[in-house]
């Protein structure tokens, strides 16, 4: 008969085997997504911009090559990532000691292999009416996996209500499925109807409104309130009114469906506010931010990230009544898209993702700072060049655009490779000599 201290040993030695399993899952998924942000989708950009600025003309480069990199950019990076720590998370939440490690690499198999069909249907051409449908199903199906383990193997339900930050990834992961069912369903009526892998233009900037406001921005706005006045020493966020301002969001998503821009760029516009109210970002800490093993500027660039979606939302405001050529539209998508997504993503994911892969330390502080501020400023040249070229204001800013690609470029190299580098390192406990122990995995947790 086992002993209670041989019971707890058991208990413990199960506990660190799953979160080896999902350090492994993660790292996987992270790594996925580093590749599908540098390659696929900022090296295509940059080279797409590049094309666009030498011809002077926004259309000069075919719609399914833009298509293929904003794919690569939304669901190849973006999406691994939160597919990925939605997984490590069960890991913390969880009421089992089995962690769904077949159902996790199943998904990212399926996953990454979907997201490699798209962008390869859209850039090579090949068997392409084929090729977007089953890049389609594998995503939905990957994600499907994704859920069930979430809701098998997550928590048991209790009677007491969801904290307001969880209630809200909890929302924006329902959109997510719901997002790439549409996806399914728009990529297989254009494999049988469709001329090109192209999708029609006002179809595609719908999809792109419903995935970015849809899933990007209610996910970083919950994770926010979660993780912020940890790490940030902010207040903690005023649950009712995020609540407020992802109904508003939801509103102007379903204005952007029956095409009703002006309303629906009002409503994503106070949205916006609210959030920053709510989430207490532009007001002054009232406990010292959390800087070890990163930068300082960490606090500055958190609220910068902010000022970035209000821009967006100013410039969605301004295209409605005074856009002709698209450059208005893509400014607004690119400072949502890379200054306030992007940018959150180079200032939280090196304080978490080295964590989650294996409790490790960031490599380098200073290609943190470094990456952020050259996204910042490539984000800022591309931001304010790109009406001023497209609509044929200021002929100059032509030259300014690939300029800003490169930098941005650079930026997400040095991001990949500081997060790369990371994870070859061994864990932090290996580094300095201590024994690890089960509150470490509590301490990723935070």
Request: charged residues 10%; contains cysteine.
């Amino acid at each position: 008969m086992s002993t209670p201290l041989q019971v707890l040993d058991n208990k413990n030695t199960q506990r660190i085997a799953m979160e080896r399993q999902s350090q492994w899952l993660v790292s996987a998924f992270i790594v996925t997504g580093i590749f599908f942000m540098l390659l696929p989708g900022t090296f295509l950009g940059v080279w797409n911009l590049l094309d666009i600025s030498e011809a002077h003309l926004s259309s000069a480069l075919p719609q399914a090559w833009l298509q293929a990199h904003g794919q690569a950019q939304i669901f190849g990076w973006i999406g691994s990532f939160i597919i990925g720590i939605g997984l490590y998370s069960l890991t913390k939440t969880q009421s089992t000691m089995i962690f769904p490690t077949r159902i996790g690499w199943s998904a990212w198999t399926l996953w990454t292999l979907g997201i490699a069909l798209r962008w390869t249907a859209g850039i090579v051409l090949w068997h392409w009416r084929i090729l977007l449908p089953v890049s389609g199903l594998l995503q939905l199906i990957a994600f499907l996996l994704f859920f069930y383990a979430v809701r098998r193997h997550g928590p048991k339900a209790t009677t007491s209500k969801p904290e307001p930050w969880m209630r809200m990834v909890v929302a924006s992961t329902i959109c997510f499925l719901l997002t790439l069912a549409v996806n399914f369903v728009v990529l297989l009526r254009q494999g049988i109807t469709g001329a090109t892998p192209a999708l029609p233009h006002v179809l595609d900037q719908v999809f792109v409104v419903l995935a970015v406001w849809g899933i990007i921005v209610p996910t970083v706005w919950g994770f926010n309130a979660r993780w912020l006045p940890i790490f940030a020493g902010l207040r903690p966020a005023n649950g009712d009114r995020l609540l407020w301002a992802y109904g508003l969001s939801l509103a102007g998503l379903v204005f952007t469906f029956f095409d009703f821009l002006a309303v629906a760029s009002v409503a994503f516009f106070f949205a916006a506010l609210l959030s920053i109210d709510a989430l207490h970002v532009w007001r002054r800490s009232i406990h010292p931010p959390k800087l070890l093993n990163i930068h300082p500027s960490f606090p500055i660039f958190v609220r910068l990230a902010y000022v970035w979606l209000i821009i967006s939302c100013v410039l969605a405001l301004l295209a409605v009544p005074f856009d002709h050529a698209g450059g208005l539209w893509g400014a607004s998508r690119h400072a949502l898209t890379v200054g306030f997504a992007a940018g959150m993503v180079f200032v939280i994911g090196p304080r978490i993702l080295p964590a989650f892969c294996g409790m490790k330390i960031l490599w380098s502080k200073r290609l943190m700072f470094w990456s952020l501020l050259l996204l910042t400023t490539g984000c800022f040249l591309r931001v304010s060049s790109e009406p001023l070229a497209y609509e044929n204001l200021w002929k100059p800013a032509w030259k300014v655009l690939p300029v800003s690609a490169i930098i941005e470029l650079t930026a997400v190299s040095l991001f990949a490779i500081n997060i790369v580098v990371t994870l070859l390192l061994p864990a932090a406990h290996l580094r300095t000599g201590e024994k690890p122990s089960l509150p470490q995995g509590k301490a990723a947790q935070a």
